[in-house]
Structures are given as structure tokens and as C-alpha cells.
């Protein structure tokens, strides 16, 4: 069955350390988003990339970085820039705006918590 | 103010009782969905609406577009809806969020045997 897979589920970073989450997707969507989900709030958007080798900053990217080198991939580096690193962080995917399709589907989530 | 504003924020039901889960949106929109987020945290996509209504087994969505309201019904409710039902709006092009989702803060809903 095609779906996204996130890893690891649950993390745990000391201050100071850089962290990768990774996320892959086996249903051919071109488009692919982080987000971060806090208590009592709605989801943000951290980075979305509409295409391979290309992705646009959210609305809370600082302390981020991303890369697309494959169409199925889309980790995200949580670094030591992030102030308040401890959340639950959401991929999703969707096949290309226009397309008529307009599915969205998210991973299980990875739950980051810094010690 | 929130670009889009859920209610209630919690909704306590006995089994068997109708919902209804209300979204309010500022901005013009292309799609709006409803989603489904279970205590374990993983998020399912309900529906997708442009316009009109949409209905999948026990769930209903509706959306009033000159209004910039949807609602969410669950007739006979049952213990496993129990979970966060999330609004999502895909601004249009030219908003100042972009085309992109923006997303209300979801309502929590217990449903009691």
C-alpha cells in the first residue's frame, strides 16, 4: 500500500545537537511539506518543496534546513538554531496543485522532545 | 485573529448523539478539508470541498463559500470518533498566505459509551 513513512517516531536530543527526521513517500506525489504541531495550536508550516532539487521556506523555517535530492524524500534537520526544538512534526505529500486531485496525506508524525 | 477559527474548541457527547464541528474562514479560499487526527497522533485526510456537501458513511461536510463557513456532522456517534477534527483551507493565489494550507487549531471530541 502506498503511503508516507516517518522515522523515528520518538526522539530525544540534548541541547546543542542537530537532529534528522526522515520522511519517504511511495505514492509519486511531487509535493511534499513539514509541518510542526504544538499544543493548542494549528499546524505551521516549516518547508514545502513543490518539485525535486527545490523547496520554499513556511511560515517558521528558521532553525530548519531541508533537502529534495529524491522525489520520494524529504528530511528534515532540526538544528541547533531551533530555540524550542520540542514538538510533534507532521510530513505530508500531495500530487501537484492543478492536478484535480487534491489528496493530502500525512505520516504517523515523529514527536521530538529536547532534554 | 486566526485566518481560520474552529468550534468549540472541545465537545463532550453521549454515544449515539449528532455533531456538529464549525469552521469559519477570512480569506479566499480554492478547497477547504477536513481532517482527523487520533490520539496516537497520525492525521487522515475526511474530506476535500470546493462547494455543496459531501457525505462518507456517517460523516457529513458542508461548506457556505459567500458565508466562508463549513460545518462537520457526525450522525450516530460513537466511542471510536472519539479524536481532533481539523479545518484546513487552501488559500487562494494572491492571499497573503499563498496557496498553501492553513490550518485551525482542531476540536477535540470525546464521544461517552
Known amino acids: 500500500d502506498g503511503g508516507i513513512t516517518q522515522s523515528p517516531k520518538y526522539l530525544f536530543r540534548k541541547e546543542g545537537q542537530n537532529v534528522t527526521l526522515s520522511c519517504e513517500q511511495n505514492l509519486n506525489h511531487d509535493a511534499m511539506y513539514w509541518y510542526r504541531q504544538d499544543p493548542g495550536q494549528g499546524l505551521r508550516l516549516i518547508y514545502y518543496s513543490q518539485i525535486v532539487n527545490d523547496f520554499q521556506k513556511g511560515d517558521i523555517a528558521e532553525g530548519y534546513s531541508v533537502s529534495r535530492e529524491k522525489k520520494e524524500s524529504f528530511p528534515l534537520t532540526v538544528t541547533s538554531a531551533q530555540k524550542n526544538p520540542t514538538a510533534f512534526y507532521l510530513c505530508?505529500?500531495?500530487?501537484?496543485?492543478?492536478?484535480?486531485?487534491?489528496?493530502?496525506?500525512f505520516g504517523a508524525g515523529s514527536r521530538l522532545t529536547v532534554l | 485573529k486566526n485566518e481560520v477559527e474552529q468550534s468549540p474548541q472541545n465537545l463532550t457527547a453521549q454515544e449515539g448523539e449528532f455533531i456538529t464541528i464549525n469552521c469559519s474562514y477570512s480569506v479566499g479560499i480554492s478547497a477547504l478539508h477536513w481532517l482527523q487526527q487520533h490520539p496516537g497522533g497520525g492525521i487522515v485526510s475526511l474530506f476535500m470541498l470546493s462547494s455543496g456537501k459531501k457525505k462518507h458513511g456517517r460523516l457529513i461536510a458542508t461548506i457556505n463559500i459567500q458565508e466562508k463557513h463549513s460545518s462537520l456532522h457526525i450522525t450516530a456517534s460513537h466511542p471510536r470518533d472519539s479524536a481532533v477534527y481539523i479545518c484546513?483551507?487552501?488559500?487562494?493565489?494572491?492571499?497573503?498566505?499563498?496557496?498553501?494550507?492553513?490550518f485551525g487549531e482542531g476540536t477535540q471530541l470525546t464521544v461517552n459509551p
Open positions: 484546513a483551507v487552501r488559500v487562494e493565489p494572491g492571499e497573503t498566505s499563498g496557496s498553501r494550507l492553513t
Open positions: 505530508a505529500s500531495s500530487p501537484p496543485d492543478g492536478s484535480g486531485a487534491n489528496v493530502l496525506t
